[in-house]
């Protein structure tokens, strides 16, 4: 997928960005209103991160102009401000969907998800209840771990973070996705406890811990 990412704070648009680009998805940056503008003017996105507040034109300015020219890229509002008025403003300029700070970046990658599925017609995939990998089972309701017939213990950050891999088979996860899904961490705390778990986690589903693999400077994939 390809994005713009227009926001004008470093520290959040740094992490967006690191985040989404260890997804595989292409990023372009704008610091500004004008300098979106522009980019849209040369090049085709699959959906925009449109900051409500910027310097010069406001994130309100930007969709209302973009819509005016018949851009019609789906549009994540992102915003400080909680107000519903905002939100309600925002959506009936042409965002498609609103996002306050401060965000859990698995949040915001599922929001993506949904844009980029609605915008061409592709069908979400259904959650299930119980999921399964050769050996091992995991029943969301119950909590339930089992490898190969027998229980196995979790603590809550495990069971977050079993959900997580066999949710996302075969793909793979960047730190601060798991980060943002398992601890709500906004931003990378630059600690190992993502590893650590891990770690834990490749024990406890032996014989199948292998299947949890590094991907170097990616992350981890499951599958």
């Known amino acids: 997928m390809n994005v713009l990412l227009v926001e004008d704070e470093n520290r959040v648009a740094d992490f967006i960005r690191r985040g989404l680009k260890a997804e595989g998805w292409m990023v372009e940056h704008a610091v500004d ?3 979106a ?3 849209l003017q040369q090049r085709r996105f699959d959906v925009i991160i449109l900051d409500l507040v910027l310097p010069g034109i406001s994130g309100q300015d930007v969709c209302q102009r973009l819509r005016a020219r018949r851009i019609l890229t789906p549009v994540l509002m ?4 909680d107000a519903t008025d905002e ?3 925002g959506l009936r300029i042409g965002a498609d969907d609103y996002l306050p700070k401060p965000f859990s970046f698995e949040e ?3 929001r993506l998800d949904a844009l980029h599925r609605r915008a061409h017609d592709f069908s979400a995939q259904a959650t299930n209840e119980v999921l399964r990998h050769d050996g091992i089972v995991f029943n969301r309701s119950s909590l339930l771990l089992t490898v190969d017939g027998a229980e196995v213990e979790l603590s809550a950050k495990e069971r977050e973070l079993v959900t997580l891999l066999l949710s996302n088979e075969k793909k793979v ?4 996705r798991i980060l943002s899904a398992v601890w709500s961490a906004q931003e990378d705390p630059l600690t190992n406890v993502v590893d650590v778990y891990i770690a834990r986690l490749r024990k ?4 199948y811990g292998h299947l949890i693999a590094t991907v170097r400077g990616a992350g981890y994939r499951f599958g």
């Open 33 to 35: 209103g004008e300098t």
């Open 108 to 110: 915001l990658v599922a």
């Open 204 to 207: 406890k589903l032996t014989p």
């Open 173 to 176: 996860l960047s730190r601060e």
């Open 37 to 39: 503008l522009e980019l």
């Open 78 to 81: 992102l915003t400080a401000l």
């Open 87 to 89: 939100r309600i403003a």
